[in-house]
């Protein structure tokens, strides 16, 4: 086995595939990287039986082969190499790296031991990139981190047609971002729940431009994109639906410019030690923030839009509520006020005007898809 490519290439090739590898495995093989190389194309490949990783792309391939070697190894020896052409060949039992007056020498593993890589699910559309990883951003704040409920730190991926939804829950917060995608027919339909971290990986690896092709089956999803494929396997159970929880009967609305909002929540949670709350009063066309208790407090007080009552006093985890702002782009946002220690909704909005459009329901803005983010509020202290 011998080919040459440029170091630049084969250190993102490398790095992309080398994001499945397991951190520790009682399974040697599966810490290593997989090289193929045959016709002009050089194939990456990893594997760790929850998640699988291959990229195709371009090299001068003077002798076909194929060789295994530990992948974080080779990651980091490309990273130092110098910029220019690396020559790679297998001599012995060493894989040889060179390029510009550097040399490296690595072991190799056995192919034997090398368990196949599982195959791509069959491919029900196609969905485009960058709205795809934006997307995943947005509710993987909301997954759970408790390994001990494995479900809960997935993402609920449904299918309906053209219609994606994504939602994800810890029990204390609910995000769900619907977007369009383009099925391979017209009753495609799925409802499955894949990793967060590591749909989360995957998405922002093809946040680019150009379309993500999605596969699926009773066992595994799988994402490809310009040469680059990944299989993950889905996660047992199923996720809540938020139907019931999201609608809101007759709530108090109040809307607020975003950024100045998290700045806020930001600063004054300084002083919410313990994962004491943060209060929101909103009355008289401002909303103010307060926080801490008996020896250190803090406050800022905003503008704000108060619609179904003349005040409203809320109360939020300051880490949740962080999460939920920094998960939108837009300069307004909206909040659907139930009361205190009941759901609240947020969404975002491009202006005031279109904020307090009464006839604009909770995430159903014209032409954007639905970005929605539930936290359920909890008792507001008691300032003096």
């Known amino acids: 086995m011998e080919f040459r490519i440029e170091r630049g290439a084969l250190t993102d090739a490398v790095a992309w595939a080398a994001r499945v590898l397991p951190t520790r495995s009682p399974v040697p093989v599966l810490g290593g990287l997989l090289l193929e190389a045959a016709d002009g194309r050089l194939r990456i490949s990893g594997h760790d039986y929850e998640a699988s990783a291959r990229i195709e792309l371009a090299a001068g391939t003077s002798r076909p082969g194929k060789v ?19 020559e790679c060949a297998v001599e012995g039992s060493r894989f040889t790296v060179t390029g510009s007056g550097a040399g490296f020498g690595l072991s190799v593993l056995p192919l034997d031991d090398y368990p196949a890589l599982p195959p791509l699910p069959e491919v029900l559309g196609a969905v485009d990139a960058e709205e795809f990883a934006a997307a995943v951003a947005q509710v993987t704040v909301a997954a759970g981190r408790d ?28 995000a769900v971002r619907t977007l369009t995608w383009k099925p391979e027919g017209a009753d495609v339909s799925a409802d499955v729940v894949v990793s967060a971290r590591r749909l989360s990986e995957i998405a922002r690896s093809f946040g680019r431009a150009g379309l993500v092709r999605l596969a699926l089956d009773r066992g595994s999803a799988g994402f490809e994109l310009d040469g680059m494929r990944t299989t ?29 909002l998290a700045e806020a929540v930001k600063r004054v949670s300084v002083v919410a030690d313990g994962g004491s709350p943060l209060q929101l009063a909103f009355r008289d066309g401002s909303v103010l923030l307060q926080a801490g208790y008996e020896d250190d407090v803090a406050s800022q007080r905003l503008p704000a839009e108060l619609a179904g009552t ?3 006093t809320v109360a939020f985890n300051p880490a949740y509520l962080t999460d939920a702002l ?29 904020a307090t459009d009464p006839a604009r329901g909770a995430g159903q803005d014209a032409g954007q898809p639905a970005h929605q983010h539930l936290l359920m509020s909890v008792k507001p202290l008691m300032w003096s």
């Open 310 to 312: 003349e005040e409203m």
């Open 68 to 86: 295994l070697v530990m992948g974080r190894r080779l990651l980091d020896v490309c990273r130092v190499l110098p910029e220019g052409a690396v």
């Open 326 to 354: 920094a998960s939108f782009d837009t300069p307004v946002v909206r909040f659907h006020l139930m009361g205190p220690g009941q759901r609240a909704m947020v969404t975002g909005h491009a202006d005031r005007e279109e």
């Open 232 to 260: 993950v396997r889905l996660l047992d159970g199923r996720l809540p639906r938020h139907d019931k929880l999201f609608a809101l009967a007759d709530p108090v609305t109040a809307v607020t410019d975003r950024e100045p």
């Open 147 to 174: 390994d001990t409920l494995p479900t809960l730190t997935g993402i609920r991926l449904g299918l309906d047609g053209d219609r994606m939804t994504l939602a994800a829950t810890d029990r204390y917060r609910f």
